[in-house]
């Protein structure tokens, strides 16, 4: 199956998913991460706001800010590049070029996932070795070049597969959280 058969496919079941059942798996993946070792020690870590078809971040962003961790989220730049903002919740978001939320902020650079614990990525799929596949753009596999933070996708448990396509410049992840747990790449 080519990159492009795979994602049309993961995005259609994505569409397919109640309202309930998105809510209900972003609350279960907040409490996966949350327990998370590396997760629980961050003092910052970087997330992604989520859209409507994408396992929901919000609980997870919350949960963290609860526990007096900062948050940092990216927004999108010309050239398929991500910066990073700290997230504050009363902060007025705009949507991004690329349909997302992005919030207003002074942006830190892209050094900012230097100094963070863990950075959680979005993927509509991660294989069992950790190959993550994204939506095509390559904005995460630039990013993620030569940060040494671990990597966590969160998917939807559907989405944990045996194999996905990849290539030699896509970024592998160190773990995967589904809804159903902690998925840790050997």
Known sequence: MTKAQARDDLLARRRAMTPEARAGAADAIALHV???PVVARARRVACYLSMPSEPGTGPLISGLLDRGVEVVVPISLP??????????PASPSVT???????????RLGAGALESCGVVIVPALAVDHTGHRLGRGAGYYDRALVGVRAPLCAVVFTHELLPEVPHEPHDIPVHMAVTPDGLFRIP
């Open 34 to 36: 949350m327990a998370v």
């Open 79 to 88: 050239g398929h590049v991500l910066d990073w903002v700290a997230y504050d």
């Open 96 to 106: 991004g070029p690329l349909g997302i939320p992005e919030p207003a902020g002074v």
